[in-house]
């Protein structure tokens, strides 16, 4: 399977904990990006990275998120201290990220419960 | 300035009619206009995209209309079908890089 990956599908944790998540770009894929999408709504930007680099970080995402993408490959998302208003669907994208090349292509996503 | 509104919020087709999609964008640096589409549980899918040079582009059933001056694009499916009920979205992006999505419109088609 060449697609995007994530994992876990679906996560369901106490308000208070942490979580992470995972994404596995479509290899040799520069760009790689998190969205968040509610119910009912289109997904929220919230950061995006060109290889290692974290170039932009949406105002939503507050302190107690956090991610990373070490050697440029897979990325993880980090939510400390969960609230019942992070439960979403969390998103993850990627695109081979030359001019005329943005097409973005979205894994199956993680659906986060806070209970 | 980095909105994009999007309508209708819900779409009603006959099987063989023409569903038709608005969205409005307002920062006119944007150069990348595509249209996904989402079924449930599953991450969007890309259907067509379309750069501010051109004014139209078709792909099988799928057109998008572009309006540089008016700030809007629209998505055209001709021949709708009930497999084609799902969610759509239109996004903006500059430079590939921060990607505005609509609210989606839900589309049905009716059998």
């Known amino acids: 399977d060449t697609g995007v990956s994530q994992d876990p599908r679906h996560k369901i944790t106490k308000r208070g904990q942490n979580v992470t998540f995972r994404c596995d770009p479509i290899s040799e894929h520069n760009r790689l990006y998190w969205y968040r999408q509610t119910l009912g709504q289109g997904p929220e930007f919230l950061t995006y990275?060109?290889?290692?680099?974290?170039?932009?970080k949406s105002r939503l995402l507050s302190d107690r998120f956090s991610a990373e993408r070490p050697k440029g490959s897979f990325s993880t998302l980090e939510i400390q201290r969960t609230e019942q208003g992070d439960s979403a669907m969390y998103l993850c994208?990627?695109?081979?990220?030359?001019?005329?090349?943005?097409?973005?292509?979205f894994g199956p996503g993680t659906r986060l419960t806070v209970l | 300035q980095q909105q994009v509104k999007q309508s209708p919020q819900s779409l009603i087709v006959q099987k063989g009619g023409i569903s038709i999609i608005n969205c409005a964008y307002e920062?006119?640096?944007?150069?990348?206009f595509p249209w996904y589409q989402q079924f449930p549980g599953k991450g969007p899918a890309l259907l067509i995209a379309?750069?501010?040079?051109?004014s139209e582009k078709k792909e099988g059933r799928f057109t998008i209309s572009f309006n540089k001056s008016a700030k809007q694009f629209s998505l055209h499916i001709m021949d709708s079908q009930p497999g084609d009920s799902a969610t759509y979205f239109c996004a903006a992006s500059l430079y590939g890089q921060n990607f505005v999505f609509g609210p989606g419109t839900r589309l049905s088609v009716l059998p």
């Open positions: 994208a990627s695109s081979l990220g030359d001019r005329g090349l943005d097409t973005q292509y």
């Open positions: 379309i750069r501010p040079d051109v």
């Open positions: 920062n006119t640096a944007f150069d990348y």
């Open positions: 990275f060109q290889n290692e680099a974290q170039l932009e």
